[in-house]
């Protein structure tokens, strides 16, 4: 079960044995325990990097080693050590749907604090709006870029 209500600056997520509340102030998890009862809240910082690489310009070619960086000059000490992945998606002019391959991350497990990932770009098709996202407690996406064979 999930609903999902939206109240300037706030967003309330109910799942089936959880809430989140995500406003301006952070992040708030609420969880069902066994006796039915909302637990106090959980408290997170969301930290989006800025996606320094790849950029517009930027062409990728298939089974060739790519660098994804970002800028953490303004992380919160909380976001540091924040485990990370970056997935490969693209993008159409009028649609939201950023068609993110989550099935298969370029790379995973590794720290925020990183800055930069190296992966091996895959056998995709040639198109010029793919993107990256670099997910940690949230996501944030490259601008679109090519990728040739």
């Known amino acids: ?9 706030l967003l309330v997520i109910i799942l089936e044995f959880s809430v989140i509340i ?11 325990d066994r006796d039915n009862q909302l637990s ?10 800025k996606i320094t690489s790849p950029v517009e310009t930027t062409t990728w070619n298939v089974g060739h080693q790519a ?12 976001s540091w050590k924040q485990k ?14 950023e ?8 790379a995973k497990d590794f720290e925020l604090s990183d800055r930069r990932a ?6 995709v098709p040639p198109k010029d709006n793919y ?12 601008p679109a870029f090519s990728i040739k064979p």
Request: zero cysteines; charged letters at 15%; proline letters at 7%.
């Open 1 to 9: 079960m999930f609903q999902l209500f939206s109240m300037f600056p």
């Open 22 to 32: 995500i406003s301006a102030n952070g992040l708030h998890l609420y969880s069902q």
């Open 40 to 49: 106090l809240p959980s408290r997170r910082t969301v930290y989006n990097p």
């Open 67 to 78: 660098v994804v960086t970002w800028d953490l000059h303004d992380i919160p000490k909380e």
């Open 84 to 97: 990370s992945m970056i997935v490969l998606g693209w993008v159409e002019q009028g649609n939201l749907n």
């Open 99 to 106: 068609h993110l391959d989550l099935d298969h991350p370029l």
């Open 118 to 123: 190296t992966i091996t770009v895959p056998n």
């Open 131 to 142: 993107i990256v996202v670099v997910f940690g407690d949230s996501g944030n996406r490259s």
